[in-house]
T-cell receptor, first 114, second 114 residues
């Protein structure tokens, strides 16, 4: 059974650009969540999608957005990149529903903004 | 709001010895899940162990066990017979039974000394 796949693994972008990150969940998983990991702030929740609908959103500016497709694959987009957006972005998938019993994480996308 | 606190930024243990990582959390909910995730240098978040709050029995997974004290809101991880491969960053995490958002602690970096 394939795990959670995130692409690309590494990205270097310039301030002001935009970027799109992709996450393919485990087959059969309908919930995809995104987290930002930085040395200073740790792991912070960005948003969660379930059946193509954003179900929950963290405390991030509107420059951070996402979507989920009918096959459960998810993308997150960051517009007008800032240096502070440099981070490891992790995607997690779970089967469904509230009260998840387990989330499976991808290897992350390392974004560097220069 | 839910918070998760790991008060040990770094820990070290001799190979084959036992080490305990601490975690406390704050919540007003009665039904939730607690997790320990391991993040090695590869950055992949790997589930180590899971505890359902409604279960009084402490979870165990081979060399890994937890001490779950619900009243004290404490959730420590014990690693027995430590191995070199256990070296990683360990994160304690909380998720409510009604949500799908993980709240993570700041992590404990575990070094295993040969």
């Amino acid at each position: 059974k394939a795990g959670v796949t995130q692409t690309p693994r590494y990205l270097i972008k310039t301030r002001g650009q935009q970027v799109t990150l992709s996450c393919s969940p485990i087959s059969g998983h309908r919930s995809v969540s995104w987290y930002q990991q930085t040395p200073g702030q740790g792991l912070q929740f960005l948003f969660e999608y379930f059946s193509e609908t954003q179900r929950n959103k963290g405390n991030f500016p509107g420059r951070f957005s996402g979507r989920q497709f009918s096959n459960s694959r998810s993308e997150m987009n960051v517009s007008t990149l800032e240096l502070g957006d440099s981070a490891l972005y992790l995607c997690a998938s779970s089967v469904a529903g509230r009260g998840t019993t387990e989330a499976f994480f991808g290897q992350g996308t390392r974004l560097t903004v220069v | 709001a839910q918070t998760v606190t790991q008060s040990q930024p770094e820990m070290s243990v001799q190979e084959a010895e036992t080490v305990t990582l601490s975690c406390t959390y704050d919540t007003s909910e009665s039904d939730y899940y607690l997790f320990w995730y391991k993040q090695p240098p590869s950055r992949q978040m790997i589930l180590v162990i899971r505890q359902e709050a409604y279960k009084q029995q402490n979870a165990t997974e081979n060399r890994f066990s937890v001490n779950f004290q619900k009243a004290a809101k404490s959730f420590s991880l014990k690693i027995s017979d430590s191995q070199l491969g256990d070296a990683a960053m360990y994160f304690c995490a909380y998720v409510s039974n009604t949500g799908n958002q993980f709240y993570f602690g700041t992590g404990t970096s575990l070094t295993v000394i040969p």
